[in-house]
């Protein structure tokens, strides 16, 4: 992932982005508020843009925690709830997009805050995109066919390197390491060595990722699910099922939807559901914790502690 402050051209100014990243529930969203108004202080104006794979749709505002206007104070928020969830948004979707948009609040003299806890997002807008062809149709077909334990044995004898780092259960990811090797002749890691249309080295990044104590992360996770079924939770997946959707797509998928489905279906009780939600978002918590920990460069600062120094933390965008 783009690094701060990474070598370019010096004849030209690169203009700043802030970045804002950690688990679900960790504070970000209101960090990227105390910052925006901190440079409106100094009469800059920013605007914070979501890097979140759920805030992205429309029909997750409340299982997804978007921020309300109060919580907003003001401050533009961009790419929040922009995809209705019939479409399916990828990273490589939300970075195009996310990509036009930076350069348009630079354009108009602001400072964009990306803040977010999909990593893959973040990536993919700061270091590029793997340019992997499309891929034949009859070999995905056959691919997406095979029980995952049967891809996988396969995957290890045609990329060995990408099997030893996938779960043998993680059907996604296996299937599609076998079908880049098999299709495009290339193992996924070298395509992926070849990224394109990361902005990373065009920015100065001002990074700060969140990860505060586990046990009042999960606490924190635990009070805001109980808190989105007081705020219509229900009422939001009742909604989405009424649509008929395809339970495969990303916001059939999303943190809530599955444990509240099976209520609202007679499969359970609610006080079950309520459980389930609250193990399913610590689980996630704890991927991203993990993820961010080990996949994020070394030189972007962490932050354990819940009481964030602003001053401190984003010294360099805030005294420039």
């Known amino acids: 992932m783009g690094t701060k402050d990474s070598p370019v051209d010096s004849d030209r100014e690169r203009p700043s982005v802030a ?11 209101d960090l990227a508020v105390r910052l925006a108004l901190a440079l409106r202080d100094q009469g800059r104006e920013a605007v914070v843009i979501n ?11 409340v299982l997804s925690a978007r921020p309300g206007e109060e919580e907003m104070q003001g401050v533009p928020h961009r790419l929040f709830g922009e995809w209705d969830g019939a479409t399916a948004c ?20 602001a400072v964009p805050i990306l803040v977010g806890g999909t990593g893959l997002y973040l990536r993919t807008l700061l270091d590029g995109i793997a ?63 070849r990224r394109e249309g990361g902005i990373g080295a065009a920015i100065t990044l001002h990074p700060l990722l969140l990860l505060p104590d586990r046990a009042w992360l999960y606490e924190r996770c635990d009070r805001r699910f109980s808190l989105m079924l007081e705020r219509g939770a229900l ?3 009742e909604a989405l099922l009424a649509r008929g959707l395809d339970p495969a797509l990303p916001v059939m998928r999303a943190i809530g939807v ?6 609202l279906r007679g499969e359970t009780s609610l006080t079950h559901a309520e459980a389930m939600g609250q193990q399913a978002t610590r689980n996630y918590a704890k991927r991203q914790y993990t993820w961010f920990r080990g996949q994020s460069p070394a030189d972007w600062p962490r932050i354990e502690s819940v009481n964030v120094d602003l001053g401190g933390s984003f010294a360099s965008l805030l005294q420039q």
């Open 19 to 29: 970045l804002i990243a950690g688990p679900t529930a960790s504070g970000k969203s």
């Open 235 to 237: 009422a939001e997946v």
């Open 90 to 109: 990828s990273a490589a979707d939300w970075a195009q997009v996310a990509r036009a948009l930076v350069e348009e609040v630079h354009a108009g003299g």
């Open 51 to 61: 890097a979140d794979s759920a805030q992205v749709y429309a029909d997750l505002a």
């Open 131 to 193: 340019p992997v062809p499309p891929i034949d149709p009859a070999v995905r077909e056959a691919v997406r066919a095979m029980p995952v334990a049967e891809a996988h044995a396969a995957l290890t004898r045609e990329d060995p390197e990408r099997a030893d780092r996938l779960s043998p259960n993680d059907t996604t990811r296996v299937a599609r390491a076998l079908e880049v090797v098999r299709s495009t002749g290339q193992p996924l890691a070298a395509w992926q060595e």
């Open 258 to 263: 599955p444990e509240l489905a099976a209520y």
